[in-house]
């Protein structure tokens, strides 16, 4: 009676909220008990709805009633913790909403400890020890507690199902393998588990690899992200000493300059100032002279005036004008205009020389490209509008058709001069130019008579820009020097051009012919466009510079190339 007695206390020093002996406990206006923390954050959650209440008995308090510790009941606490008697274990507390409550208990129902799969049902500890006492029902497999033990049994014919049905992927009871599934390929539930069983392994050992894979591949790539930043800071920090480098000595070359010009019109002004001062000099001394002379031309004693004459007459020959040589008034105008020509110059070899700069930024890629594509939808994904330059066009060149056509003209066209200019030969360069991924297509006609002729020639080219314009001389044309790459063709035959090397090739293109440039890969690819991409030529090499597409006319008046 002691015992149960005991028992009676610890249950009532339980809190209904952690269902555990009372920790802190307090007591709340309407007399329940609860441990402070578990009271604190039950009201918590209800201060949204400014109404607290008890868990229990459902009491509201307003305002939120203030917790103070209940001495009497943590003494009582103490002391039952004293005599070795706790509150229930764990695992034989009452079951929670979100627990698997054991089948067997009545009254307050113990959470799960373990579920069988033979007897369907679950059990607390207590009344799991059969399982572990009976030889019978040791043979039952037991796992942990679950809440889906009725989906093993047949909706069907309300029996446990043991068995798998291969042929319609389902677990099966027994009745069904010998009523609709019959025939069916059917195998036990355990065998089936078996196979899938090692399924899964060889599924995780493929997924535990990968996962190794991908891990080195991470690190890889972090290395490489250190690698970057590395490089990158040191290229931060070379191109601010060396731009340091270039305007120091820019200030110095200013610093010159001012000082020369100083230095030099110090000098002049000096000399000029030695001039005026001798030239002062005379102006006093010819006063002088033309005084004497004034008065003796006063005099009014003949002889005194003819007594002085010769004397004063030959003072007045002897004196005789002079004038000083002046340049033109330029002065240091012609400076101005040096450092202007400097200015110039320089400012167009920053342009020049900033696309390569920019190019070799841009163009750093740590990740390989991505495959060149093997469909014309594919390359149309990286279609580039590309538009012809007439400041560069040949004289025999017609530019048409909003600068996409170029026709190779019986007559000189009146283009103006220009340094872009191809002067002697009929070829053209676009306005854009080309850098990353991109393609584009050009369609070419022979030329002749209704446009039927075979004889016309078409080049199909990229080239840098700083290729050879004004010479008659065959490094002008495309594929005749290393600044350009160039598909040459009629309707007879076809060939690759570069550095004057010249590659054969099979057979003659379409009228489309489609040119695919990956700049930073340096890879240069020419197809034949039809109903299918049949690949001419590839380039695989390193483009140092930004490229533009071009286009050449040859043989035969009328020969055509448009940009698609």
Known sequence: MAQKGVQLDGETLSCSICLDLLKDPVTIPCGHSYCMNCIKSFWDEEDQREIHSCPQCRQTFAPRPVLVKSTMLADLVDQLKRTGLQAAPADHCCAGPEDVACDVCTGRKLRAFKSCLVCLASYCEKHLQ????????????????????????????????????????????????????????????????????????????????????????????????????????????????????????????????????????????????????????????????????????????????????????????????????????????????????????????????????????????????????????????YSQKITLDPNTAGILVLISEGNRKATLARQHQSYSSHPDRFTFWPQVLSRESLTGRCYWEVKWRGGGEGGGGGGGRVHVAVAYKNISRTTAFNECTFGHNDKSWVLSFDKKSSEFLFNKIQTPLSGPPSSRVGVYLDHSAGTLSFYSVSQTMTLLHRVQTTFTQPLYAGLGLYSLYGVTAEFC
């Open 130 to 381: 059969p399982h572990y006492d009976s030889a019978p029902l040791k043979k039952h497999k037991l796992v942990d507690p679950s809440k889906k033990l009725q989906e093993n049994i047949c909706s069907r014919h309300d029996e446990v199902m043991k068995m798998f049905c291969r042929t319609d992927q389902q677990c099966i009871c027994y009745l069904c393998s010998v009523d609709e599934h019959k025939g069916h390929d059917t195998v036990s539930a355990a065998a089936e588990r078996t196979e899938k069983q090692r399924q899964l392994e060889l599924s995780r050992q493929k997924i535990q690899q990968s996962v190794q894979d991908k891990e080195k591949d991470v690190k890889e790539l972090q290395q490489e992200v250190e690698a970057i930043n590395r490089s990158a800071d040191k290229a931060v920090e070379d191109s601010e000493n060396i731009f340091t480098e270039l305007i120091q000595l820019m200030e110095k070359r200013r610093s010159d300059v001012k000082q020369q010009i100083r230095s030099q019109q110090k000098t002049e002004v000096s000399r000029v100032e030695e001039v005026q001062e001798k030239l002062q000099q005379d102006i006093a001394e010819l006063k002088r002279k033309d005084a004497e002379l004034e008065k003796l031309s006063h005099t009014e004693d003949h002889n005194e005036f003819l007594h002085s004459y010769p004397s004063l007459s030959a003072l007045s020959q002897s004196t005789h004008s002079s004038s000083v040589n002046i340049h033109p008034r330029r002065y240091f105008e012609d400076v101005t205009a040096a450092v202007s020509e400097l200015r110039d110059k320089l400012q167009e070899l920053l342009r020049e020389k900033w696309t390569n700069i920019s190019l070799a930024v841009t163009e750093v890629d740590v990740l390989l490209s991505q495959p060149e594509p093997k469909t014309r939808g594919g390359f149309l994904k």
